[in-house]
Nanobody
Framework: QVQLVESGGGLVQAGGSLRVSCAAS????????MGWFRQAPGKEREFVAA????????HYADSVKGRFTISRDNAKNTVYLQMNSLKPEDTAVYYC??????????????????WGQGTQVTVSS
């Protein structure tokens, strides 16, 4: 399994930007696709973005497409989520996740078996 630790959350005004990071432990990080999910109060956890093991392919939820960018640095065992043009409805706890099977490039909760502790992102109007 991969251990994941998110950082970089915080409070930002609507229209602003924020980058959250996820540091992974383990020598096999570069073989894993990775994903970001978020969970707002009273709502289910939802998919945000995913990136293939090489970084060559990405998926985004329609709600963030064109505003968020997922990237990774395999040399640093880190995956990033750059969030621009933030909206109050982006307020949530953001979770980094690794799939149950390293090469699985999925977008559903069931595809992911390792989770970080989450980092809070709050967007004020």
């Amino acid at each position: 399994q991969v251990q994941l630790v998110e950082s970089g959350g915080g409070l930002v005004q609507a229209g602003g930007s924020l980058r959250v990071s996820c540091a992974a432990s383990g020598r096999t990080f570069s073989s894993y696709a990775m994903g970001w999910f978020r969970q707002a109060p009273g709502k289910e956890r939802e998919f945000v973005a995913a990136i293939s093991w090489s970084g060559g392919s990405t998926h985004y939820a329609d709600s963030v497409k064109g505003r968020f960018t997922i990237s990774r640095d395999n040399a640093k065992n880190t995956v990033y989520l750059q969030m621009n043009s933030l909206k109050p409805e982006d307020t949530a706890v953001y979770y980094c996740a690794a799939p149950t099977v390293p090469g699985l490039f999925g977008t559903s909760l069931a595809d992911f078996g390792s989770w970080g502790q989450g980092t809070q992102v709050t967007v004020s109007s």
